[in-house]
């Protein structure tokens, strides 16, 4: 196979979606994987859209000294909403939706284990999201805290209003609904597996979605006792008179507030390795180093928690400096696989592939400044400065979503069995590299300068102007190139061009059935086919030649 | 207790090998984009998809790099510490009986007060407009220990020149032991979120001679014509 574009082969049968009902109805009733999959996926989607078109918004605040797009009250409205609303209601689903949708096709399984329960999870999710959203509406606006909602600013006290409460309502139910989806894939990937799929015969991607989902179930119960915290703290502010509070929310939130940076991580990892396999046309290499990573790497997650805390003078920093820098070995071996199986590949260039490639240098920006600011000597310095932002923007933006995109344009012919156009999706790229790094990269210079963080505007004489003003143009660049991506959605979906069943020459067992697959997966039309390796339809293939 | 020269060292290190390492991936990166384009390559450059020695004497090299950034880590995280410091012998010792100066700094919404235990002096003013800021004075070349804690919410003392930022918290007082070798004025900021008005909560530290801190004690001005 070596087709270098999508098309349709003539002898091959039109793929049929061999659904009956379509209605809303049943989409949101649905008992079927792809479906709650897909829903997940597409309203994180939705709200990557509202909740970047708030950062948009504070970018052109901060293009020059003193403006007054918003008032302070409303851009620290808006930069809660975009923190929190990117966490909790984008990037958390874009993981954990893609593992709900992807996994049960790559372990040939017919659906996920507890399918009710998951679409409770979507169910939750989705209510949490409106309920989080939905403080813009009261007189007194949404939550202004930060995401991370440190007492005691974010008790009754210094944060009246209802707009923190329905945040926390909203925070608490989208966990819950991500730890139920998490825990019915990890289920499904550990005991649904076709006959044949030893857990080392799973893919990349899949041992991702375990190492994943293992940290949400670690982590996401805290997340929930940290809601508690400040639920409580809502009725009795004076709960936070006593340090202990204040200390021991910041311990029990980023204990899971770290473990959830690599829950955002993961599976763009997965998506990308798979991506890499497939366009560089030869088996990922290392793959057994790959999986003890992820799971070495999932494993020391849970331990690193209080490099958020070096400056609180309450935490112990030498600790937590040893097990955050001790990352960078599973962290370099994944590395290692990518750029190994790249230097052994005869690589071809569809949108997919450019993501994957520019997902490789720019999360290392993320991952090499991650080492500086787990040196609290360092960190002294740059923690809670822009420098922290351009960082995790540098991990989340030009990292996780480029790997996202990757596997978005990857697989959604599979899902959907329409193609997207080329050009548009490699415009949309184009705009996207330049964006992210004229965009993140002037904010380094601005941390290391004395910008702090959430601050709705500056003086002249505090020399931010030109950094601010390149970064905004930056961001510029970012929304033209998701405007492209969205066209380039509706058009493929308006003047549908059908996809084949495996468009790119795929490795993995979802590229065996229809583009979109039947509702149980594989049916007697689209056996699932002999397993005998993490890549089993290039066994087929290596064995036909 | 140099923030700023154990910044520069630690920082300094870390840029290198963090650019050096972001130079070989890119370089292995494009390389395989241009050398290994299909249409370039009838077959595969290797095959194999595993070489275990390879593998673990990656992760080997990867290990020691992570054990001499954690001794990089450690060792400067410790010479920052005033009873460390006390103890040793390195450059940034403190001679023994050097007792830190102390400087009692109140964070609030949404600016800052310090007072100087055993005097009457303290300093306050009006964080948001820049000429009324309060002015935080301590001596030249002595250790000072600011005890930080807050009124309200958390906030954050931060000197980014100065490379140094410790968080203020209610019901608790943290302690920086620092120094400042030269005489001079800084700008700081508030670096942790704590409300409407944390954009304006700016205040100055300033580093004048012993013998005008003195005199700042006693009537809780600065002499006429001190150094800035």
Redesign the interface.
Known sequence: M?A?EPRVPHDEPRPVPRRTRTTVLSWVTSTDHKRIGLLTLGTAVTLLVVIGALALTMRAQLARPQMTVLT??RY?QFFTIHGSGMIYLVMTPFAIGLGLYLVPLQIGAPNVAAPRTTMLGYWLYAGGAVTMLSGFATSTGAAD??WYA?P??ASTR??PGPGVDLWIVGVALAGLGMLLMAATVLWTALVKRTRGMTLLRMPVFTWSVVATNLMTIGAFPSLLVAMGILGVGRVNPDL????IW??GYQHVFWFFGHPVVYVMFFPFVGAVAEVLAVF??????????TVVSLLAFAALSMSVWGHHMF????AE??YY??TS??L??PA??E??GF?AT????????PAPMLFA?AF??QF??GG??G??I?????D??V???YFIVAHWHYTLAAGSLFGFFAGFYYWFPKATGLQLRERLAKAHFWFWLVGTNVTFFPMFFLGL??M????????P?DGFGTANLIATLGSGLLAIGTVIFLVDVVISIRRPRRAPADPWGGFTLEWATSSPPPPHNFDPDHPVPPIRSYAPLLDLREAAR | MD?RA??DH??GI?LWI?GG??VL??A??V???VL???RR?D????????HNAV?IG??VV??G??AF??W???S??H??DYTDTQAGSGPQAVAAGAAPVQVAVTAF?WCWSASYPGSSTSVTGSCAT?GDRPVIVVPQGRPVEFS?TSR???H?F?I??L?????A????V???VMTFPDAGQW?G???????????TMDFYVRAVPDDQYQSFLQTGALPGGATA
């Open positions: 070596t270098t302070p009250e620290d805290h930060g440190y005691p600013l210094f944060t936070f008179d006593e340090n204040n200390i560089g046309a030869r088996r990922y290499f290392g793959y057994k180093i400056s609180t003078g309450q920093n030498d400096s040893l820098i001790l960078l070995v370099g071996m590395y290692f750029l790249l230097v052994g590949g005869r690589l071809r260039f490639l490789v240098p290392l920006v090499l400044t080492i500086m787990a040196t609290p000597p360092v002294y310095q923690t809670d400065s300068e004395g702090p963080r959430r601050i709705s505007t500056y003086l004489q | 923030y154990v910044f630690v920082f870390q963090a390492v972001f991936v890119t292995l990166l390389g395989a984009i290994n384009r299909a390559r077959k595969l450059p290797f095959a194999a998809a595993e593998e990656f992760a990867l290990g790099a992570a950034l954690v990089l880590s450690l400067n995280n010479a920052l919404q820049p930080l309200d919410v958390v954050a931060w980014p020149q490379a140094v930022k410790r968080d918290y209610p019901d608790h943290n302690s920086l700008l900021r508030c670096s942790e979120y704590c409300g409407t008005h944390h954009t």
